[in-house]
């Protein structure tokens, strides 16, 4: 992560925008020094926010944990219809 101070920041914000985007950089903006802000691409932010989100129910975390120890796999199709499934059921609640 590339630390640039918010005011070098301003003057080409379009380019890291674009760099944000295309590359998945990400930077962390500074004020007076000190860390302020944080930019990335929103697929990299809803990547974080979805594994913040699994990582963070129990059932989702015990469920990893025994699928490692059984030496099963789920494919890429099946997890994100179960990701869609509890998705669903916490928006519901």
Excluded: C, W
């Excluded at 302020?36 to 975390?61: C, G």
């Excluded at 990893?64 to 099963?72: C, R, T």
């Amino acid at each position: 992560m590339e630390t640039i101070p918010i005011t070098e920041a301003k003057a080409k914000i379009a380019e890291l925008a674009d760099r944000a985007q295309r590359e998945h950089a990400d930077y962390t903006f500074t004020k007076n020094g000190r860390p302020a802000v944080v930019m990335m691409s929103v697929a990299q932010y809803e990547s974080l926010m979805e594994t913040l989100s699994i990582l963070s129910d129990p059932e989702a975390r015990a469920d990893l944990v025994e699928s490692a120890d059984s030496e099963e796999f789920t494919t890429e199709e099946e997890m994100a219809e179960l990701m869609r499934e509890r998705l669903n059921r916490d928006s519901a609640a």
